[in-house]
């Protein structure tokens, strides 16, 4: 059974980078053609999508963060990660990785890691 | 960029049904997806390109999507489907949100 796991620093000053990383059990990153997802949920809103990354390394971002983001994939430990730049307290929340249902990007994510809370603070 | 529009929030009698709506520019033509989002937990799939049931997820859950408007109906509504409800499309190479509906269970 596929399983996801966020983890990372819970605790990221402002100004600096937030890096986390999405550990993927059950199956290979590489054997299977879906994409992968980073994705958040600030403290009282709602869900935000911050990115995709395909299983060879193609990726599609999130215009109001892209030039802050950079979503890549390690096929040797199997997991994705995230790196964000230049974080504000806008950027606070809970992170989620997540896999799409199937192959093509239109399909929804069905498989999600629990998520892993992010403070930005001095 | 586009967007969608959700009620801030629904309320339904226990054992009614209740129906939340997800507004777009000719939604219609994209596929919806809908997911189920409670407290500490991760989002939920309840329903996938506009109307199909993922496996466990209770036949309770419905949606359709038409013109301008998507929308989750849940018959039957229980205590345990008190949750935000977010429909979702793919637009433009980029994954879309609403902004979510909270569904009281009263």
């Known amino acids: 059974q596929l399983q996801l796991q966020e983890s990372g620093p819970g605790l990221v000053r402002p100004s600096e980078t937030l890096s986390l990383t999405c550990a993927v059990s059950?199956?290979?990153?590489?054997?299977?053609?879906?994409?992968w997802g980073w994705l958040r949920q600030p403290p009282g809103k709602g869900l935000d999508w911050i990115g995709n990354?395909?299983?060879?390394?193609?990726?599609y971002y999130n215009p109001s963060l892209k030039s802050r983001v950079t979503i890549s994939v390690d096929t040797s430990m199997n997991h994705i990660s995230l790196r964000l730049s230049s974080v504000t307290a806008a950027d606070a929340a809970v992170y989620f990785c997540?896999?799409?249902?199937?192959?093509?990007?239109?399909?929804?994510?069905?498989?999600w890691g629990q998520g892993t809370l992010v403070t930005v603070s001095s | 960029s586009y967007e969608l529009t959700q009620p801030l929030s629904v309320s339904v009698a226990l054992g009614q049904t209740a129906r939340m709506s997800c507004g777009g520019n000719?939604?219609?033509?994209?596929?919806v997806h809908w997911y189920q989002k409670k407290p500490g937990q991760a989002p939920v799939l309840v329903i996938s390109?506009?109307?199909n049931r993922p496996s466990g997820i209770p036949e309770r859950f419905s949606g359709s999507n038409s013109g301008n408007t998507a929308t989750l109906t849940i018959s039957s509504a229980q205590a345990g489907d008190e949750a935000d409800y977010y429909c979702q499309v793919w637009d433009s190479s980029t994954v879309v949100f609403g902004g979510g509906t909270k569904l009281t269970v009263l």
């Open positions: 059950g199956a290979s990153i590489s054997g299977s053609n879906f994409y």
């Open positions: 390109r506009d109307s």
């Open positions: 990354i395909y299983y060879s390394g193609g990726t």
């Open positions: 997540a896999r799409t249902y199937s192959s093509s990007s239109r399909d929804p994510y069905f498989y």
């Open positions: 000719t939604i219609g033509t994209k596929n």
